[in-house]
């Protein structure tokens, strides 16, 4: 079955620090890739999907960035973190189409 | 508007108390997903529907897809019920790989 490994769990950042957050997906080959955000007590914004090695889609501009260097890692950075940038930061996978959603566990980003 | 509206927003229920959640979309889809969300953060995928109706011990989860509606129901509630509630939906054609999401449903089940 399928696993997302993210990483770290928790995190607290200066503003104006870098960013990287990384996930790597297990189980399964050439997989939609997801990250997300949810602010406190807000729902899930989409902030970058791939669907394959080196082809990155934003949603939302912003300060970060997102890259697949390989098929099953997915990686968010930022070179300077803004305050509100603070958020629960989720990766998700999925394959096309009538596909089951897999969630990482989640890395609380509070930036300071 | 959002695309996916779910009710009602808060649920408070005494354990035992047979749960239901709703969820209504208004674009085209190629399947319903119904995710629970526990107060550490971590999501877990309860359900994945495209028509009809999937049942997973006290869960139960229907689709019509007619009526662009599709309901969770939880029957013997319980503490551990307790969590975020949230219905996806994913998008039909070309943009199948987009998932827009309802703001979710706080339950709270009572001992």
């Known amino acids: 079955s399928q696993t997302i490994h993210q990483w770290p769990a928790t995190l607290v950042q200066p503003v104006g620090s870098p960013l990287s957050l990384e996930c790597t997906v297990e189980?399964?080959?050439?997989?939609?890739l997801y990250w997300y955000r949810q602010a406190a007590g807000r729902g899930l914004q989409l902030l970058f999907y791939?669907?394959?090695?080196?082809?990155i889609s934003s949603e939302v501009p912003q300060n970060l960035s997102a890259s697949r260097p390989q098929d099953r890692q997915f990686i968010l950075s930022s070179k300077k973190l803004l305050l509100s940038d603070s958020g629960f930061y989720l990766c998700?996978?999925?394959?096309?189409?009538?596909?089951?959603?897999?969630f990482g566990n989640g890395t609380r980003l509070t930036v300071t | 508007k959002n695309e996916v509206e779910q009710s009602p927003q808060n649920l408070t229920a005494q354990e035992g108390e047979f749960i239901t959640i709703n969820c209504s979309y208004s674009?085209?889809?190629?399947?319903l997903h119904w995710l629970q969300q526990h107060p550490g953060g971590g999501i877990v995928s309860l359900f994945m529907?495209?028509?009809g109706k999937k049942k997973h011990g006290r869960l139960i989860a229907t689709i019509n897809i007619q009526e662009k509606h599709s309901s969770l129901h939880i029957t013997a509630s319980h503490p551990r019920d307790s969590a975020v509630y949230i219905c996806?939906?994913?998008?039909?054609?070309?943009?199948?790989?987009?998932?827009?999401f309802g703001k979710g449903t706080l339950l709270t089940v009572n001992p």
């Open positions: 998700a996978s999925s394959g096309q189409g009538y596909s089951p959603l897999h």
């Open positions: 189980g399964t080959s050439n997989p939609n």
């Open positions: 791939s669907v394959g090695i080196g082809q």
């Open positions: 674009v085209g889809i190629s399947a």
């Open positions: 529907l495209s028509s």
């Open positions: 996806a939906v994913r998008n039909s054609g070309g943009s199948n790989y987009k998932l827009t």
